[in-house]
């Protein structure tokens, strides 16, 4: 399927990533994105490069092939409602709203049209996101449109759509939670000598180190542990302290803390 026009309405920090990593990788023309705010000054840079960005999210849907909705969730029935005369069955909808369902889209939208469910991170900018995506009165072709669309910011693929709030902590959330572990580590690094520039760099080299190496080896972490941790050695010990400290427990009760959130959120 080719994509003639692409919108997203909401020119946040995500719907903004999003652009972002579609300038740069060359999804569309700029001229073929169009991207919606209410103050449109801030997206003065992308206007700058060609795109179309206005305050109007209902003349930015008009001829829409996509349209990314990238406002908050109690947002998305006020623009939906908004935008809902320039729909048409064909057109895909691609919602980045969190907990709320293809079923609620598709009752705001008052018709059977293609929705999806999509959660990228704020990596989608660089082209380095891990997105999951749910899919409701989708064909396959446009499933596969869809999909690749993201597989060109990063890595993405299909969920159940009962997995979405999951896939939300563990892939959206979970950026927050490895950039805290690099500060952290970057903290560690000056208390033992180093300055914070370079403390900075080696933690963050470390950990796309060993991200890369699961990535592309496909292991287990422990697989890889092992091989760092020798008997009686400094890493081992330092493991072993972090985990009295309550190092995985803590990061697993903070995953379990953001789906809770998101789950009471649907009561």
């Known amino acids: 399927m080719e994509v003639a026009k692409l919108t997203i309405i909401g020119g946040g920090n995500l719907g903004s990533a999003i652009a972002a990593g579609i300038i740069d990788k060359g ?3 700029p001229s073929q994105l169009t991207i919606t705010r209410r103050r449109i000054k801030l997206l003065s840079n992308f206007a700058d490069q060609g795109v179309v960005v206005t305050d109007n999210n209902l003349l930015a849907t008009k ?4 349209v990314f909705l990238a406002v908050k969730p109690y947002q998305i029935e006020e623009v939906i409602d908004e935008i809902t005369p320039a729909l048409t069955k064909e057109t895909i909808v691609i919602s980045l709203a969190t907990g709320v369902s293809s079923e609620q889209i598709e009752k705001y939208c008052g018709m059977s049209l293609p929705i999806f469910r999509a959660m990228p ?3 989608i900018e660089i082209g380095e996101s ?6 409701h009165n989708a064909t396959q072709k446009q499933e596969e449109t869809v999909i690749a669309l993201f597989e060109q910011m990063g890595q993405a693929l299909i969920v159940p759509e009962e997995l979405m ?3 939300t902590v563990l892939a959206a959330c979970g950026i927050a939670f490895a950039m805290r572990f690099i500060r952290a580590a970057t903290q560690g690094g000056i208390e033992i000598g180093f300055g914070s520039k ?3 760099q080696i933690a963050a080299q470390t950990v796309k180190g060993a991200a890369d190496l699961l990535i592309q080896k496909g292991n287990h972490p422990e697989d890889e542990i092992d091989k760092v941790t020798t008997p009686r050695g400094v890493t081992i010990s330092g493991l072993n302290e972090m985990e009295h400290q309550g190092f995985s427990s803590s990061l697993i009760k903070g995953l379990l803390t953001s789906f809770n959130k998101i789950e009471n959120s649907k009561k």
């Open 63 to 66: 001829d829409a092939d996509v």
């Open 198 to 200: 370079l403390a900075l």
């Open 130 to 135: 891990m997105t999951c995506v749910s899919s």
């Open 121 to 123: 991170n704020t990596a």
């Open 27 to 29: 999804l569309v023309k």
């Open 165 to 167: 709030a999951a896939s």
